[in-house]
């Protein structure tokens, strides 16, 4: 009982430490914007080679999204039920559409811009590309489908809401009724009530698979 207490004071204690490192680079984010102001008009001048280098920049994207499909990988299954991705995730940007091999998606070349996942519920389904984004900041993504029932989803949004670097959004395209996934992590669960829900976030919520530790989780893309 007292593990189990000092664990959940622990992990209180980590959230805590989130929200006030996500307000500093909230407060550095505002200054950074004001300094780029400054240099738009510089970036005018240099506009035509921007143009130029924008219709290469189209072509890599193309070449980035077919690099995605060939990604070579599979999922191990753990003696805990995640799943871990073994093969190569790619993390290059691209504005086009990447074509993942698995659904939800738990890494790979994706969108410039992140989904906010400061604890954000979605209920229309959001861009794997972004939400990829958001998993590369150390977020877990919760999905489900409409074999989910009210009640799990109303009680997984709830625990969505409380815990920061997580988003939660429908995906009418994956199988199962509830997936939660982390980069190159996922699993899926019975409902609200399972047990591995509350363990899937303590593992990996800005967990050791995390390529970008600390990086923000608003300021992003929102609906």
Known sequence: MGSAKNSNAARKARI?????????RERRNRFLAVAASVVVVAGLVVGGVVLVNSQKDKGADKADTASDAKNSGHFVMGNDGVQTWKGTLGRTHVTSAVR????????????????????????????????????????????????????????????VKKTPYTLMSPDDDQKDPIVLSAWAHQRTVTGAKDPNVDKFFAEFVQGKQTPEPGAACTNGLSQ
């Open 100 to 159: 993942y091999p698995m659904e939800p998606p738990v890494g790979g070349n994706h969108n410039p811009v992140w989904q906010n996942c400061n604890g954000d519920v979605y209920t229309k389904a959001v861009k794997n590309e972004n939400a990829v984004h958001s998993m590369e900041h150390g977020a877990v993504w919760v999905t489900y489908n409409s074999k989910a029932s009210k009640q799990d989803v109303e009680a997984l949004a709830a625990k």
């Open 16 to 24: 805590e430490e989130m929200r006030r490192a996500e307000q500093a």
